[in-house]
């Protein structure tokens, strides 16, 4: 087995999942501590929602969100369920179709995406005014064609 390939997504895999504990340690001493322990599945749909906002204001539907995290409706559905339960989410009915229900951001929800959007710039612009430009370039240039490349691999992936 490639062992720099292996080297290479396990550091990839830890720096996000030390990120996120970290995160979520940091935000338990804020007033949202009850939501603290976010899961990976949990921010997901979080952040998707987030980044929905923009062109559905009045929520997303639940296929769409679905198929923005690459999760059956059904395994959505259940994320969706809990984070109603906790206020994190709203369930809203459509204005223009009164069967279809929308799902939004509630205020707390809201709150939490942007305790942990503020957690992660403030630490990558930490991180980032210590290295030198150049380091910096570099990183992302790197970053960006491995992303291309993962991106180009869903790609194939879906035409199959």
């Known amino acids: 087995m490639n062992h720099e390939a292996m080297d ?22 804020m007033e949202i501590a009850e939501f603290a322990n976010v899961t990976v599945g949990q921010m997901r749909v979080l952040k998707a929602i987030f980044a929905f906002q923009e062109k559905y204001p009045d929520g997303v539907m639940l296929k769409q969100l679905a198929e ?41 929800g809201k709150k939490i995406v942007a ?29 960006t064609k491995f992303n291309q490349n993962i991106l180009k691999m869903k790609e194939e992936d879906e035409k199959q």
């Not at 550091?11 to 970290?22: A, C, M, N, Q, Y």
């Not at 942990?116 to 992302?140: K, N, S, W």
């Open 8 to 29: 290479c997504w396990r550091l990839l895999f830890g720096l996000v999942d030390d990120f996120r504990e970290l995160a979520a340690r940091r935000n338990r001493n």
């Open 68 to 108: 923005k995290v690459n999760l059956t409706p059904g395994a959505a559905s259940i994320i969706v369920d809990t984070l109603v339960k906790q206020g994190v989410l709203d369930r809203r009915t459509s204005e223009v179709d009164r069967r279809a229900v929308r799902i939004g951001l509630s205020e707390q």
């Open 115 to 143: 305790c942990y959007g503020d957690f992660f710039t403030g630490a990558t612009a930490d991180f980032l005014a210590e290295i030198p430009r150049d380091d910096y370039e570099t990183m992302m240039k790197l970053l």
